[in-house]
């Protein structure tokens, strides 16, 4: 398996990217947006959850570890890291099994004690989606944007930017 990284294609990687983020937020935000869809994925995602944020430094500060930082450091370390890591000892499917559920795992508690299996499916999608994307790419890129789309839209929600339904 080759390294990822940026490499001549870095316009499409971002493209791609951002697109999806864009599709998949739409998609777990499709029950309130549209009036249709899985409800679950509001909670999952944890749309609407009050963090307490009550000054423009705690804003400014959560959006520099929500939606920049956690995206980079977690897209390293589950797709970029994990995920080869687990390819490379056994395959590629198990390695984005083990890596997706490790992902939905980690951010079982920060949506506020959801369920295990809302965290599993609700990230371990996202995770998977990841996965597929990277390998498509062979880039960290398109995953790290969709995962900064997405925290966008929930820190957005969190915060009373976007206050959808």
Not at 31 to 43: A, K, Q
Not at 114 to 122: F, P, R
Not at 134 to 142: A, C, E, F, G, V
Not at 153 to 163: K, R, T
């Amino acid at each position: 398996m080759e390294e990822f990284g940026v490499d001549e294609n870095w316009k499409t990687d971002i493209i791609l990217g951002t697109v999806l983020g864009i599709l998949f937020t739409l998609f777990i935000r499709s029950d309130s947006l549209f009036g249709f869809g899985i409800p679950l994925f509001s909670s999952v995602f944890g749309f609407g959850t009050p963090y307490g944020i009550t000054s423009y430094l705690s804003i400014s500060t959560r959006f520099i570890v929500v939606v920049l930082a956690a995206p980079i450091l977690e897209e390293t370390l589950f797709r970029g890291a994990l995920m080869t890591l687990i390819t490379n000892m056994s395959n590629t499917t198990i390695g984005i099994i083990i890596s997706s559920i490790g992902f939905a795992l980690f951010h079982w508690n920060v949506y506020g004690g959801m369920a295990l299996s809302a965290s599993l499916m609700g990230a371990g999608i996202f995770g998977i989606i990841s996965c597929m994307v990277m390998l498509y790419t062979n880039s960290l890129i398109p995953p790290v944007i969709m995962h900064a789309i997405v925290n966008f839209s929930i820190f957005s929600e969190q915060i009373g930017w976007l206050s959808i339904g």
